[in-house]
């Protein structure tokens, strides 16, 4: 490779990986929005049920609608650790263990860019990454998975690198991301191409070719070393089958009137590769434009996108612009990285968050209702399902669509679109005492307009709804911290 120029050198007082590290970890530690997902609370009641019942969920527990019916945690491992983290700090908990997991993700990116590139390219490759993954960010399973992903995706790439088979310590990483997250299925896919592409460079197989694919194969069975085995290898399959999976947000497509950042990268991307230096293997820049196609396909898959990406494209921008391995930095300047880091889950911990209403957790709402009419069947908008599994009522639906499956996910959805008479069937054939919607939950209106029901709260979050015929009962509140775990142990 051609030799560093004095102008690419690396500030001597700069470590990027720890500049990123911190950077990303203030960030989540200071976005509220890591929280706005229904499913968090989903994954911390889940997490908590196999705390306390020392066994890994195989049917729900949580819903009044499917409960009792199989359901596997395919995500268990990432579940019991939010758990862990929500007993010892709460959601800052919560908060912080997303927040460490982000950031040794994307410290390990940049440390890993470096390898190939020179600093700054190794600054903007690893920038628009973080641009990438910052939307993605939330207290879930796919983000406490991200360091896993890194490693893997990284892994394979220097193996390429060095006309090698990947190593089999690889293969751990594997067995622990299938039982973090369904993404595993994502890392076997990326692997395949690069496995043809070291076949195809050599015209003969030889022990590396056949050691790819005797690790392809080890990494399959790595897959199945899960609590539901060869099924939850198969799952990610399933799960994409659901018809009613473009009904949820985060399985739509990219808008790139609200996602600026992603639009940005993108941009950038095709001028790079229009300038003609940067030259990607075929097979790599199939990948890639694969990649990109599940990005724009399903806005969930920028996070992919945002890590392998930057990998991929490392080496040919680091040939490309005749850069060397960046010099190592200071101590100074890494510890002035990891004592802000510090400082900032410090910062964090002294003020802790407290449950407050947002899109998807009615505290408010909740905290009003009286025991008698939380104990009866509810009806809650998707994005609520997760709170009140959290705090211990149970929800109509939630986030896990793979249980519910595609007629009840159809019909649910269907609801604002039935006459007067068939949304009234539906509600007393279901026995509902109780509605929670979101403010701009279209059935709203309709139960406004119903015989029988009444208005009992509203605030700029949700509606509750109560049955005339259970109004009057006893008036003291709901408290969230005596129910939390009461609707769960089912």
């Known amino acids: 490779m051609p030799s560093r120029t004095p102008q690419d050198a690396a500030p001597s007082h700069v470590c990027l990986p720890a500049l990123f590290a911190l950077l990303t970890a203030v960030l ?19 997490g908590a049920w196999m705390i306390e019942h020392h066994a890994v969920l ?12 199989p359901w596997d945690a395919h995500e268990w491992l990432s579940e019991v650790l939010l758990a862990v983290a929500d007993r010892l700090a709460g959601l800052t908990g919560v908060v912080l263990l997303a927040a460490a997991a982000t950031a040794i993700a994307i410290a390990n990116l940049a440390r890993h860019i470096a390898r190939w590139s020179g600093w700054t390219e190794t600054l903007l490759l690893t920038a628009a990454a973080l641009a990438c993954i910052l939307p993605n960010i939330l207290a879930r399973p796919h983000i406490l998975a991200l360091p896993l992903l890194e490693t893997w995706v990284a892994g394979l790439l220097l193996a390429r690198h060095e006309r090698r088979a990947p190593s089999w310590r690889l293969l751990p990483v594997m067995a622990v ?39 392809l194969t080890g990494a399959a069975v790595a ?28 399985w739509q497509p990219m808008d790139f009137s ?35 196609y599940l990005s ?39 510890a002035a990285c990891w004592s802000g880091l510090a400082l900032a889950v410090a910062l964090r911990l002294a003020h802790p968050i407290a449950s407050a209403d947002s ?31 959290f705090v211990g009522l149970r929800p109509f639906i939630d986030g896990r669509a793979e249980l519910f499956g595609d007629a009840f996910l159809h019909d649910f959805l269907d609801l604002p679109g039935l006459d007067d008479d068939r949304l009234r069937q539906a509600v007393d054939r279901y026995g509902i005492g109780w509605a929670v919607l979101a403010v701009q939950d279209p ?39 005596s129910i939390r775990c009461g609707g769960a142990q089912g």
């Open 258 to 292: 609200t996602d600026i950042a992603f639009e940005i990268v993108l941009l950038a991307l095709v001028a790079l590769l229009g300038t003609g230096r940067v030259r990607v293997p075929p097979l790599r820049l199939l990948l890639l434009v694969g990649l990109l």
């Open 177 to 215: 991301w299938a039982n973090m997250h369904g993404g595993f299925a994502a890392g076997l896919a990326i692997a395949l191409p690069l496995a043809v592409e070291a076949t195809l460079e050599r015209p003969r197989p030889d022990r590396s070719v056949r050691s790819w694919w005797i690790f």
């Open 443 to 481: 059935l709203i209106a309709r139960f406004d307009a119903m015989l029988g029901w009444r208005r009992q709260h509203a605030d700029g979050t949700a509606i509750v709804f109560v049955r005339t015929s259970l109004i009057g009962g006893p008036r003291s509140r709901l408290s969230c911290a």
């Open 223 to 250: 897959a199945c070393l899960t609590p539901q085995g060869l099924n939850g290898l198969l799952f990610p399959l399933r799960l994409l089958r659901l018809h009613n999976l473009a009904a949820i947000s985060e």
């Open 28 to 46: 989540v530690c200071v976005l509220r929005d890591v929280l706005n997902d229904g499913d968090t609370y989903t994954h911390i009641a889940a």
């Open 58 to 69: 195989a049917r729900d527990p949580f819903s009044w609608t499917f409960a009792g019916r």
């Open 359 to 389: 899109l998807d957790a009615p505290v408010s709402a909740i905290a009003q209702l009286a025991p008698d009419i939380a104990r009866t069947p509810v009806l809650n908008s998707y994005q609520f399902g997760g709170y009140l599994a």
């Open 296 to 334: 724009i396909a399903h806005r969930r898959h920028g996070l992919l996108f945002g890590v392998a990406a930057p990998l991929i494209l490392a080496g040919p921008v680091g040939r490309a612009f005749a850069a060397s391995v960046p010099n190592g930095s200071r101590p100074r300047g890494r």
